[in-house]
């Protein structure tokens, strides 16, 4: 594939290819394709009518800036994988020709505003979910992600040989996050043996018959719940933007908490608030903790344990 000059009769095989790639592109790369197999698009030459159409509305709604940033960004790196393993893949010009295409598809420009209260969970509420739900899958859930800040389909792409040797209490775990990249994370041990005890996973973290939980299942479990404990329904980036809003409110480093969250930029990070990085202790919520130091006790040092 060179350029926008890939032969038609060649481009089924590839975006079939290209669908089939695992990580966490895999949703909206599938949207791009349908869309530039609709109209009979090359794939290049598809982007730019698929950037400007992600901008229209659509049956009465239309996609936030966020999430068009991210359609564009699964399009130009399934785009940059297919020129990569193409014959053109060491032809310079071709390219510096793609690199101008993908360069011109700009993303959209976020407000950086914070994000509104009603976007972040109390200590209190997150705590009311898990205290009152009977869906003990749900509550172990909502824990680890209050815990930790990652994005559900983080959580449930976590195999156990992700999990590495810990520092005393905790236990470091590789998560894969946007474009295949890796960082790590800390949980308690006993918040991960408990996890463990329950959903007796031979392969994924969070098992179920075999298999990982789907996404979109989690998040509705998640929405339901919190709907029947505290009467408003929740996402799961709200438990996201939750960790980040509680270790602004620590005081803590904005870089280091971008750097938890897999932010490339702290920008992303100062939304979400109402050089440095962060000790295990420091990096884990633990929800009972904070509950405590809200209610006035002392929480015990390093602020952390569910």
Not at 135 to 145: A, G, K, S
Not at 156 to 173: A, E, M, N, Q
Not at 239 to 251: E, F, M
Not at 288 to 301: I, N
């Amino acid at each position: 594939m060179a350029g926008n000059r890939t032969p038609a009769r060649d481009q089924d095989g590839l975006l079939r290819e290209l669908e089939e790639i695992q990580d966490t592109y895999r949703h909206d790369v599938k949207q791009f394709i349908e869309f530039v197999r609709g109209r009979s698009l090359l794939i290049v030459e598809g982007l730019k009518r698929y950037a400007a159409w992600l901008d229209e509305e659509h049956e009465g709604k239309r996609y936030s800036p966020a999430t068009i940033n991210r359609k564009i960004a699964a399009a130009k790196s399934r785009i940059r994988y297919a020129f990569t393993h193409s014959a053109s893949a060491d032809n310079l010009r071709k390219r510096y020709q793609l690199e101008d295409v993908l360069t011109s598809v700009r993303l959209k420009k976020i407000d950086t505003l914070t994000v509104p209260p009603e976007k972040v969970l109390s200590v209190g509420e997150a705590k009311m979910i898990v205290e009152n739900t009977k869906d003990r899958t749900v509550r172990l859930m909502i824990t680890f992600l209050v815990g930790t800040g990652v994005r559900v389909s983080e959580m449930l792409g976590i195999r156990l040989s992700d999990l590495t040797t810990g520092s005393g209490k905790f236990v470091g775990i590789r998560v894969m996050g946007k474009g295949a990249k890796e960082r790590k994370i800390h949980v308690k041990k006993e918040i991960v043996d408990r996890i463990r005890n329950y959903f007796q996973g031979t392969t994924w973290l969070f098992e179920h018959h075999g298999r990982p939980f789907s996404r979109i299942s989690v998040t509705n479990r998640i929405k339901h719940e919190a709907l029947k404990t505290i009467g408003r329904e929740v996402t799961a980036r709200q438990l996201r933007h939750t960790w980040a809003a509680i270790q602004i409110q620590r005081g803590r480093d904005v870089k280091a908490v971008a750097a938890v969250l897999g932010h490339a930029q702290p920008g992303v990070t100062l939304r979400t608030r109402t050089g440095t990085s962060l000790t295990p202790a420091e990096t884990f919520i633990d929800l009972e903790e904070e509950k405590r130091a809200k209610d006035g006790k002392q929480a015990p040092e390093g602020g952390n344990s569910p």
